[in-house]
């Protein structure tokens, strides 16, 4: 059963964008399918690189490069924060917007095609379940993307999945016994060290440094 999902899933994604890409190359033939989608993704918001990044999956060195090729062709612009003049917000320009709305109307289109035969309450059925299934996909990440020691509380036992930083702080957190695949119980947490019991050893790590520790939940 679980393979025939999977298995429909791919087929489904593979061909709706490749629809998806055909209909590019015949109406907005200067964009790639990837510019198309960061525009999908900031929408009408005004939307920071980091935010952007983030919602789209991908590094900001990529979204740099997506942004900056937009912008040349003249499908977004960029913005300075008035409360912070280092903060740079990217939207749409008027002809962004525009591929924008084509797009979302296409999309709509060609689900509504795809449909057509399918009774209301199927559809209903379908949405729940969906619903469902993406939930527990965002749950599932959650549980396997490493993030910072500094969003875990006391009790909790993670694994080191990478040490960010510069050579000094990774070298200092290796000599206290953190590295890679290390397994941590969080023992205590204040606003200024964390006491940690690393593979067995008990460790005092200031907060500034452990913010450089990612890690996920270990759930042995």
Sequence with gaps: MYENI???????????????????????????????????????QLLTMNELSEKLGITMGTASVAINKLSEKNFIERERSDDDRRKVFVKLSKK??????????????????????????????????????????????KDIQPESILNFEKGD????????GSPAIKKYLNEKGINIKSLIKINDKNKHILSLLVDGD????????????????NYI
């Design 202 to 217: 008990e460790k005092i790590i200031n907060i500034e440094d452990a913010a450089d520790i990612m890690v996920i939940r």
């Design 6 to 44: 999977e298995v429909l899933l791919d087929e489904f994604y593979k061909t709706y964008y490749k629809i998806e890409e055909i209909n590019l190359n015949q109406v907005i033939k200067c964009l790639t399918t990837t510019e198309l989608h960061v525009i999908e993704a900031i929408g009408d």
């Design 157 to 164: 036992v993670i694994q080191v999945s990478n040490i960010k």
């Design 96 to 141: 962004g917007l525009l591929a924008y709305k084509y797009h979302n109307s296409f999309h709509s289109n060609i689900l509504e095609k795809v449909t057509s035969e399918i009774s209301k309450s199927k559809m209903e059925t379908f949405i729940e379940v969906f619903e469902t299934i993406v939930k527990n996909l965002n749950k599932v990440k």
